[in-house]
Structures are given as structure tokens and as C-alpha cells.
């Protein structure tokens, strides 16, 4: 079946960088797909890659996939207080279009 | 980035009353949204998609007459939770799926309901 596992906390000191791991069981996975939840709030989209991609940049956010190992990381540089939150991996298989399969989510905690 | 309007952001109810919720895209059309529910300190689970023009698919498990969803027009889809009980407290949220695309999916601010 369709799962995806993320580590569930990650404490980093401010200006480090931070990466949040994930992995998931469907090989037909279409897109992956980062998005961040601040306490009471909704789901902000992140970043997203297709899976025939292997890397993704954009600003401060670096997206590695290895489909192999079905292996999906989220690499934040200069990590600020800000960016504390709740951070989710998820998929989209390939048989539904819009359809996500989430993570557990990985609580990112950023030390001053 | 496209923003996606959900309202209320906080209800509460008493027992046995009915809830809409509304999730608009605001500057996209979406013939598509979902509904999804999230639990205190968990990942959210689908509930059902919602078509525009058509009837939602609802996943297993989930009550297709107790979580009513319509969704009237490229722009606006309605949950409607019925006869709510204090087990359907829960943060619902709604995305949507940019028309003409495959990926570009779009979650609201989410509501966070509590019946007593």
C-alpha cells in the first residue's frame, strides 16, 4: 500500500542548515511534495518535484530525491526561527491525480 | 502564489447542530478539491474529492451523509458536517487543484471545529 515515514523531530541551532528526511513505498509516485504548517494554521506549499527529477532548488530550499531508494530530503540553509514549524512530506500516487498521501510530519524546532 | 480561502477558520457548535464550511480558490479556477481531516498532533487523512459538477468520492470509512460536500462552481466547494457529536471535533482542511494542471495543489487555513 501507499505510506510515507518522516522522523517526527529535528532541533537545530539558528543558522545551521536543516534537513527533514522522508520516504515512501509507491513507485508510481507522480510528485512529491514539501509543505509547512505553523501551529493553528494551514498548509503552505513548500516546494514540489516531479519524480523523473533528482534535485530542486529554490532560494534557501533544496529538494533531493532518489527514486531508487524511494528517498525524498528537504534541505534548508541559513535555518532562522522562523522557520519553526511542522514540516510535511507527501505523495501523490500515480493513479490520482491530486489525491496526497501524507507524512506523519517532522517537527522542526530552531534554537536561538 | 495562488491563495485558497477557507471560512470559518473556528466554529463551535452544540451537539446535534449542523456546520458548513466554504473553501474558495480565489484566483484559480479548480475543478477539483479535497477535504481533508487532521487529529491534534497528527498528518491529515483524505475524507473525499470533490468533483465540480459531479458527486464526491468519499474515502472508505468515511460517512457520505454525515460529511455532506458540494461543489457548485469552479471556485467553491462546501463541507457540510450534519448532526455533528463531539467525535467529529477536528481541523478540516480543503485543497485544490489548479485547473488544467496535475500537481499544483493548494490548501486553505484549515477550521478548526469543536462541538460540545
Known amino acids: 500500500g501507499e505510506d510515507v515515514e518522516q522522523s517526527l523531530f529535528l532541533s537545530v541551532r539558528e543558522g545551521d542548515s536543516s534537513v527533514i528526511n522522508c520516504t515512501y513505498t509507491d513507485s508510481s509516485s507522480t510528485y512529491l511534495y514539501w509543505y509547512k504548517q505553523e501551529p493553528g494554521a494551514g498548509l503552505q506549499l513548500l516546494t514540489y518535484?516531479?519524480?523523473?527529477?533528482d534535485m530542486k532548488q529554490d532560494q534557501r530550499l533544496t529538494v533531493l530525491l532518489n527514486k531508487k531508494d524511494k528517498h525524498l530530503s528537504l534541505r534548508i540553509a541559513d535555518t532562522q526561527t522562523g522557520d519553526s514549524a511542522i514540516y510535511f512530506c507527501?505523495?501523490?500516487?500515480?493513479?490520482?491525480?491530486?489525491?496526497?498521501?501524507f507524512g506523519q510530519g517532522t517537527t522542526l524546532q530552531v534554537k536561538p | 502564489g495562488a491563495v485558497v480561502s477557507q471560512h470559518p477558520s473556528r466554529v463551535i457548535c452544540k451537539s446535534g447542530t449542523s456546520v458548513k464550511i466554504e473553501c474558495r480558490s480565489l484566483?484559480?479556477?479548480?475543478?477539483?478539491m479535497f477535504w481533508y481531516r487532521q487529529f491534534p498532533k497528527q498528518s491529515l487523512m483524505l475524507m473525499a474529492t470533490s468533483n465540480e459538477g459531479s458527486k464526491a468520492t468519499y474515502e472508505q470509512g468515511v460517512e457520505k451523509d454525515k460529511f455532506l460536500i458540494n461543489h457548485a462552481s469552479l471556485t467553491l466547494s462546501t463541507l457540510t458536517v450534519t448532526s455533528a457529536h463531539p467525535e467529529d471535533s477536528s481541523f478540516y482542511i480543503c485543497s485544490a487543484l489548479a485547473a488544467g494542471t496535475n500537481e499544483k495543489l493548494f490548501f486553505g487555513s484549515g477550521t478548526q471545529l469543536s462541538v460540545l
Open positions: 518535484i516531479f519524480s523523473n527529477m
Open positions: 484566483d484559480f479556477q479548480a475543478t477539483t
Open positions: 507527501a505523495e501523490m500516487p500515480g493513479s490520482n491525480t491530486g489525491k496526497l498521501i
